[in-house]
């Protein structure tokens, strides 16, 4: 009431009701021009870079795979094509649920409850970001199937890890990370330790508060860690390759690489299942988004714990860290006593040790696939930071959001897909070479250094610009003094991000390789595939100590570390 | 009776002790405000009672129940305590009526009881009409009375509100103590009411107790620990004021610097003459006259009009003085005054010494 009074009085007693808003009109079209003026060129080069790498690719297989009629009907009508959507559906939705119950469990655990040993969980729980999906499903068949380790040690042996049900396990634990992320963010944004209490001061008992206020504040991150989950598990191709294939099971992205390895019937297959894997991605991802961002903020006050340590505490955190010691740790171990094993096949005791799997691996054929490996991750990741700060400054104007979405679609949806929409689209220009590639790769990869870059801009105070401006400083050099430093970290962390991302890439390269121009990856999983398992075991080592040893510093840098949270996160 | 009572009671952070032998207790129907600053302890004090932490030492009782000891800590929701909270602590997915009806629905009365029940109760803070939206439609003021009408519906013995009005703006804030103080007073429950605002801290509360680094100073209704605080550290936490130093002659006069002023209301101390006591002085205690009207002398330093006062610095023989002289003066920085204190009270102890 005493506002509406107000607003009344001053217009009634200003003398030009209107000469506010007229001033504004008047100013607006030169300072929107001028700023129009200063950012064309970066429109031209993101507007190209997107149109060349989302745009036309995708809007080219979008097209082709839904432009003849009854592309659906073929679909179902193919045996093979249905047992791998089916394929694909079981072991995502069984992956899901994996993740959801490890991951989202122990985000719930760490929060609501008093788990000794958080920290080191967390990084182990965290673990399997850092390992490739397809060095993660080799380390577990060189551990835990005949002829590993187990069966060295005591002669256990699961050959049920080939299959859907080690498919989807090791899935799962691929996955694990993503709901470990998205529900223990949202735990921490949204459940104020002061909601919990309110509820118990209100007559609630523990378990009644969790039910009713707990949960439901919870619920819309694990719809949405549900959906990243089963999207992420259905676009991975690397666990399928590894564990499915050998025992004749298909899923859509190892039907994709049958067809344009194997067979000669052209695209059409691909192209249709690319397709498919597109529009399901987009249209979950999008639901999960807006799901994720539908819920209300959190009061942002202090989130100790209402409960007090009880003894079954420590029985979860042991639980926890056997998962990680069977699912990380022992693997790689596994993984190391074949690389260091001189003949494959005897057993890792001291005096069958020998350097000489690594040694075949870093002189033969593999030491050229790490060098272009290598090229490729350095160039793709120097190329996208750039664009990414380019972009970003225009993600604070207007159409920026449409930017930023556009340039997050290679990333949600499955490296399949990316791979066959840019050979479609450029393969008869630059098939055979690593140009492909490393358009593949900066297409799929935009996303990994935009958004720690965007948000950064997002977030640099506008007032030292000015003020350094306002002291005589150009344009550039006040960007340079006071824009610079703001994002330098995340400028780096992007970088590492995509590097790391190319560094190990499987999915996209094992579409678009020639022979003699392999990527690291794609040296693994042939090697894998044609039984050797000694230098598969060497090269997959040496590549996990790489990716490892470069990702440290994302591990260590708090200021950094926020950043693996979305690698992780994909699309959200 | 005594509708909560605190013995002893000492409270650890890891090796930080964040109470320390705290003693209180509180009657049916009273509130009793705990004045501090930040870090005080104050807030954990009402942690300990609502159950939120454990303590480490000493008893809590809740009528003639005993809610928390070292060895003991009924759970939050047994205690019969209703908690208002600085943030609100409105739970964002529920509508105002679910919120209200919550406490109702832990009682087991049915749905539909606790919802007509719940809209009485947001009728009596003045909601009506604002049933249905969830607490991001509401501004910061009606959120907080859902969280008051919230702790109403749960029927406690003791209220608890942890600086209810800190994240409001001023207009706002008047409004709720009011609306506290009159709900507070119509249940007949007890209330302990943590505070840093001296000026809400009297409002609100029937008495008012000092915090300071994890133990209570002073103990006092409001017009006693505002017109006789126990040290200077309390003076300076409950308003303004000046401390000046001065013989107590008897027991209406003071020297102030060689110049002696008689009928002035002097608090506690009565007996005999004391040489160089600390007087503190509150801004409004001084009564100010044109040069040789009244017993003291001085000169205008600085002059502040801020509206109902004019705030005056006063050059004295016994040091500068603060001095609030309704609506507007016509002194200037220079001026030859004379004053005198109409009230005044002498420091019993020195701040160091902390003896509760």
Redesign the interface.
């Known amino acids: 009431m005493v506002s509406t009074a107000n607003s009344v009085t001053e217009q009634s007693a200003s003398p030009h009701p209107t000469s506010r808003t007229r001033r504004r009109v008047r100013l607006a079209p030169t300072s929107r021009r001028l700023r129009w003026v200063s950012l064309s060129g970066e429109w031209i080069v993101v507007l190209a870079g997107l149109v060349i790498l989302v745009g036309w690719p995708f809007g080219r297989l979008l097209w082709d795979a839904f432009s003849t009629p009854g592309v659906l009907a073929h679909l179902w009508n193919q045996s093979e094509l249905t047992q791998a959507i089916k394929g694909t559906v079981v072991t995502s939705l069984g992956a899901m649920v994996f993740a959801l119950v490890v991951g989202g469990g122990a985000a719930i655990a760490f929060w609501r409850l008093q788990i000794p040993g958080q920290k080191l969980l967390t990084g182990g729980l965290l673990l399997p970001i850092l390992v490739p999906p397809f060095i993660c499903a080799l380390s577990m068949t060189q551990t835990y199937t005949a002829a590993g380790l187990t069966d060295h040690m005591a002669g256990l042996h699961f050959e049920w890890l080939f299959g859907a049900t080690g498919t989807t396990v090791v899935l799962g634990v691929q996955q694990v990370p993503i709901a470990f992320l998205i529900i223990a963010a949202a735990a921490h944004s ?1 459940g ?4 919990e ?10 378990v ?1 508060s969790f039910r ?2 707990t949960f ?2 919870l619920r819309p991150a694990i719809l949405a860690a549900a959906a990243l989950c089963f999207i992420a598990a259905a676009s991975d191709f690397g666990v399928p390759a590894v564990l499915a294939i050998p025992a004749r099971y298909a899923t859509i992205t190892t039907q994709i690489y049958r067809a344009m390895a194997f067979s000669s019937g052209g695209l059409a297959d691909p192209i249709t299942l690319s397709a498919l894997l597109i529009v399901v991605a987009l249209v979950v991802l999008g639901a999960a988004a807006k799901f994720n961002r539908a ?7 202090s989130s100790q714990s ?1 409960v ?1 340590r009880r003894p079954w505490h420590v029985a979860v955190s042991v639980l926890l860290g056997l998962y990680v010691l069977l699912v990380s740790i022992f693997p790689l171990f596994g993984l190391a006593t074949v690389a260091f094993t001189r003949v494959y096949g005897e057993s890792p005791v001291p005096s069958h040790w020998g350097l000489n799997n690594l040694r075949d691996a870093l002189t033969g054929s593999a030491a050229g696939a790490f060098g272009r490996s290598l090229l490729l991750s350095v160039c793709v990741a120097s190329i996208l930071v750039v664009a990414a700060v380019l972009a970003g400054r225009l993600g604070m104007h207007r159409g920026g959001r449409a930017v930023g979405a556009l340039i997050t679609v290679p990333y949600a949806v499955p490296g399949s897909a990316v791979a066959v929409a840019i050979l479609l689209t450029f393969g008869k220009w630059w098939y055979g070479g690593l140009l492909i590639i490393a358009v593949a790769y900066l297409s799929r990869f935009w996303a990994l250094a935009q958004q720690p870059i965007a948000a950064a801009l997002g977030q640099v105070n506008p007032e030292p610009a000015r003020a350094a401006r306002a002291s005589g400083a150009s344009a550039l050099r006040a960007w340079w003094v006071s824009v610079w430093p703001a994002i330098r970290p995340s400028i780096f962390a992007g970088w590492l991000l995509v590097f790391l991302s190319c560094l190990h890439e499987l999915t996209v390269s094992v579409l678009l390789y020639v022979p003699g121009r392999e990527t690291i990856g794609v040296i693994v999983l042939n090697a894998e595939q044609g039984g050797d398992m000694a230098s598969t075991s060497a090269i997959a080592l040496i590549l996990t100590i790489a990716v490892l040893l470069c990702a440290l510093p994302l591990v260590v840098s708090r200021r950094l570390r926020s950043v693996l949270g979305f690698s992780a996160g994909g699309a959200l | 009776m005594k509708a909560l009572r605190i013995e002893k009671l000492t409270v650890r952070y890891g090796p930080v002790t964040a109470l320390d032998g705290i003693d209180l207790s509180i009657d049916e129907g009273e509130i009793l405000a705990v004045l501090g600053p930040s870090g005080s302890g104050k807030t954990t004090l009402l942690n300990a009672v ?3 932490i ?1 303590v480490a030492g000493g008893e809590i009782w809740i009528d003639d129940l005993l809610v928390a000891s070292a060895k003991r800590s009924l ?3 047994r ?1 019969g ?3 208002v ?9 529920m509508t105002a009526l679910d919120t209200v009806a ?2 109702l629905r ?2 087991r009365q049915p749905a539909a009881k606790a919802r007509e029940r719940a809209g009485e109760l947001l009728a009596r803070v003045g909601l009506t009409g604002l049933e249905h939206r ?3 439609l509401l501004s910061g003021g009606q959120q907080q009375r859902v ?1 008051l009408a ?2 109403l ?2 029927h406690p013995r003791v209220f ?1 509100f942890d600086e209810p009005t800190a994240n409001l703006d001023s207009g706002m804030r008047a409004g709720l103590q009011e609306q506290i103080r009159e709900q507070q007073q119509r249940t007949g429950a007890a209330a302990l009411y943590v505070t840093h605002d001296p000026a809400e801290a009297f409002v609100v509360a029937d008495r008012v107790a000092a915090i300071r680094d994890a133990r209570l100073v002073q103990v006092a209704t409001a017009r006693e620990i505002y017109s006789n605080p126990a040290d200077e550290w309390i003076a300076r936490l409950t308003g303004q004021c000046t401390i000046v130093s001065a013989d107590v002659l008897d027991a209406d006069s003071l020297r102030i610097g060689g110049e002696v002023v008689s009928g002035v209301q002097l608090g506690s101390v009565t007996t005999g003459e004391v040489r160089d006591a600390r007087v503190v002085i509150r801004p409004e205690w001084v009564q100010i006259g044109a040069a040789g009207e009244l017993p003291l002398t001085a000169t205008v330093s600085a002059v502040v009009f801020s509206g109902a006062f004019t705030a005056c610095t006063l050059q004295t023989s016994g040091g500068a003085i603060t001095v609030h002289i309704p609506g507007a003066v016509v002194l200037e920085p220079g001026d030859e005054v004379s004053w005198r204190p109409t009230t005044a009270s002498v420091l019993l102890r020195e701040t160091s010494t902390l003896a509760a």
């Open positions: 949204r104020s330790a002061d909601l209490r309110a509820a118990r001061a209100s007559g609630a008992n523990a009644t009713t206020v439901p504040l819920t209300v903020m959190g009061s942002r006050a209402v007090r | 609502a159950g939120f454990d759970p939050i929701e205690r305590v209703g908690v909270f600085q943030s609100y602590g409105l739970w964002p997915h919550y406490p832990r009682q969830r607490p991001g969280g919230r702790a519906a749960c608890l």
